[in-house]
């Protein structure tokens, strides 16, 4: 067992945690605290109810392989020296491209049986974004992100147009079918059993004493980058097949720039996983920045803020957030949320549940 220690603040007490596989660390369960330590990049694969109790070995194994792997993909980017939005990108097309997180291969199918997939993209030097929502056709949609933001003059482009777009600049098309999963299918089959639309959140979430229903799956997850490169820029990502049984061509937060995606050089990186409603009503991701920038708050205090906001209201889940020094926050407030940072000297952390 190899063990970690993150230096608090004087206010703040010492924390200890132990690895549970060789060679990665865990991150702390006071997702809150202050890290003194650099960080360059920070991952999430959704937050949700998510517990070990509910968990195989093999599967709990396969996450934190796939955290793992997309780590590493945008560590490699950055030690190359290559840009942040980079980084953000080859770490989110590794999770896009792995059926365990719902974003790409692995989206969650709508109603009417489709998966329809969004994502975004942000560079904090100049705060140019790019988005796209209700994509099936291409097989990396925060490449589709990307390329909006880069190659046409817009922000921000939906369902046949954005497909229409990601042809005429060349990104690689698949047939719908690729994006179907067993599992996806029999979550949609259970929603559809459900027959209640309200039930079936982002991740799964059950508000106490409202809905009253069992939650059909509790492994979604929307995924997120954000980045620090050797330059000195941040860089924000997110991409997701959305949630199960979504009707009426419905998007969430993560394409939205300032709700669920944002980067400032000025001030932090962030990407929001949870039910996206609240996230957008909240319009958390921006909210985070300007907390830090208008009242001095620190990344650790701006987080929980903007995450408490969204409890309040009854909302849930949970963010990634890296600051323009290097430090990191990842509140949440959820049973679990996948969650991975690696820091500038390639020390690898991961983490799954409170």
Same mark, same amino acid.
């Given at each position: ?12 007490m ?5 690895s ?8 702390c369960?006071?997702?809150d605290?202050i ?16 517990l ?7 599967k ?7 955290l793992?792997?997309?780590l590493?993909?945008?560590y ?19 999770l ?9 291969? @692995? ?25 796209v ?5 291409v097989?990396n949609?925060i ?7 880069e ?7 939906? @369902? ?5 777009f ?6 690689? *098309? ?7 999963t067993?599992?996806?299918?029999e ?10 639309l309200?039930? #079936?959140l982002?991740?799964s979430?059950q508000?106490? @004493?409202?809905? @009253? ?5 509790? #492994? ?6 954000v ?10 990502g997110?991409?997701t097949g ?7 061509g ?5 394409? *939205? ?6 980067a ?7 990407s ?16 985070l ?5 208008y ?5 650790e205090?701006a ?5 408490? #906001?969204?409890g309040?209201l ?5 963010? *990634? ?6 430090h ?15 820091s500038?000297?390639?020390?690898i952390?991961?983490? *799954?549940?409170?």
């Open positions: 067992m190899k063990t970690i220690s993150f230096l608090l603040s004087a206010t703040w010492l924390v200890v945690c132990s549970l596989r060789a060679g990665t660390s865990t991150i369960a006071h997702e605290s890290r003194q330590e650099k960080y360059v990049l920070v991952i999430h694969g959704g937050a949700g109810t998510i070990k109790k509910n968990m195989t070995a093999q709990e194994a396969a996450y934190k392989a796939g793992e792997d997309a590493k993909a945008g490699k980017v950055i030690q190359a020296g290559r840009s942040s939005l980079d980084a953000v990108e080859a770490t989110i097309r590794v896009e491209d792995n059926p365990l997180f719902n974003a790409g291969k @692995g989206a969650v199918f709508t109603h009417d049986g489709r998966n329809e997939m969004d994502a975004a993209i942000m560079n904090g030097k100049t705060l140019e974004a790019g988005s929502a209700g994509v099936t056709v097989r949609p490449t589709a992100a990307r390329a909006v933001m190659k046409s003059e817009h922000v921000m482009m939906t @369902g046949s147009g954005a497909e229409q990601a042809r005429e600049v060349g990104l690689e *098309i698949v047939d719908p079918s690729y994006f179907r067993q599992e996806r299918w979550g949609l089959q259970k929603a559809l059993r459900q027959d209640s309200k039930s #079936k982002d991740h979430y508000p106490a @004493g409202k809905l @009253g229903i069992e939650n059909i799956d509790n #492994k979604f997850g929307t995924v997120g980058a980045a620090l490169d050797k330059a000195g820029n941040l860089a924000a997110t991409s959305g949630m199960t049984n979504k009707k009426y419905r998007v969430g937060d993560a394409p *939205i720039i300032g709700a669920g995606t944002y400032n050089n000025k001030t932090v990186a962030v929001c996983t949870g039910w996206g409603e609240y996230f957008i009503r909240c319009v958390v991701a921006y909210d920045s300007a907390l830090m920038d009242k001095g708050l620190s990344v205090e987080g929980k803020a903007v995450i408490d #906001k969204v309040k009854g909302g849930n889940g949970g963010l *990634i957030a890296l600051d323009k020094d290097g990191a926050a990842l509140p949440f407030n959820t049973e679990g949320m996948y969650r991975g940072m690696v500038a000297d390639g020390k952390t991961i983490e *799954i549940y409170k």
